[in-house]
């Protein structure tokens, strides 16, 4: 069974910090990652995709990827209230990008 | 912004009965998707489309279960006997060809389904 894991939290952050939210998953074939936030009661929200090992950043957010590790990471900058969400990590199973599973969401609280 | 949008936003029916869930992807979008989400738990995938046939499906796409592109624009996803367990948010997603933006999904805002 392929998983994706993520620190359920809550993870609470003061209002301009850095948080930092983590992801592993298990199919070593998988070449495509994404960050979703999802508000509750609405639908996910792309934030970011990350294709390569690194990091790649737009904006507040920086996305970390490392396929030998099998690891994924978001950081967001200057935290915002706004930003207080749950934050997804999902992960396209292979390459053909037809499968895609998601872990079940880290929640995210900054504090004004 | 061009975007996916879903009807109904709230569907209730009662156990036994089919539902058909619909969403009209954005417009130059190729690639189909449905999720569910049960309430408190993690997106399931669902099913994948391209090119009028499915792509992929999951274990919890099973006979009861089908989808379809009746037109240019809409992209149906039909329960034929619905069970008290289906009762769950449902998202479709679409994406563009490869290479235009690799493989992001963009999702709609989701029905609600409830079965009594």
């Known amino acids: 069974q392929k998983e994706v894991e993520q620190n359920s939290g809550p993870l609470s952050v003061p209002e301009g910090a850095i948080a930092s939210l983590n992801c592993t998953y298990s199919d070593r074939g998988s070449q495509s990652f994404f960050w979703y936030r999802q508000y509750s009661g609405k639908s996910p929200e792309l934030i970011m995709s990350i294709y390569s090992n690194g990091d790649k950043e737009d904006g507040r957010f920086t996305a970390q990827l490392n396929k030998a590790s099998q690891y994924v990471s978001l950081l967001i900058r200057d935290s915002q209230p706004s930003d207080s969400a749950t934050y997804l990590c999902?992960?396209?199973?292979?390459?053909?990008?037809?499968?895609?599973?998601f872990g079940a969401g880290t929640r995210l609280f900054v504090k004004a | 912004e061009p975007e996916v949008t879903q009807t109904p936003s709230h569907q209730v029916t009662q156990m036994g009965q089919e539902v058909i869930l619909r969403c009209v992807p954005i417009s130059n979008h190729l690639y189909f998707y449905w999720y569910r989400q049960i309430l408190g738990q993690k997106v399931e995938f669902l099913v994948s489309f391209y090119n009028n046939e499915i792509s992929e499906k999951s274990e919890i796409f099973d006979d009861q279960f089908s989808v379809e592109r009746p037109d240019g624009s809409n992209f149906t996803l039909k329960i034929r006997s619905t069970k008290l367990e289906d009762s769950a948010m449902y998202f479709c997603?679409?994406?563009?060809?490869?290479?235009?933006?690799?493989?992001?999904?963009?999702f709609g805002p989701g029905t609600r389904l409830t079965v009594t």
């Open positions: 997603a679409s994406r563009q060809p490869l290479g235009t933006s690799g493989y992001e999904q963009y």
């Open positions: 999902a992960v396209n199973l292979g390459t053909g990008g037809f499968k895609t599973i």
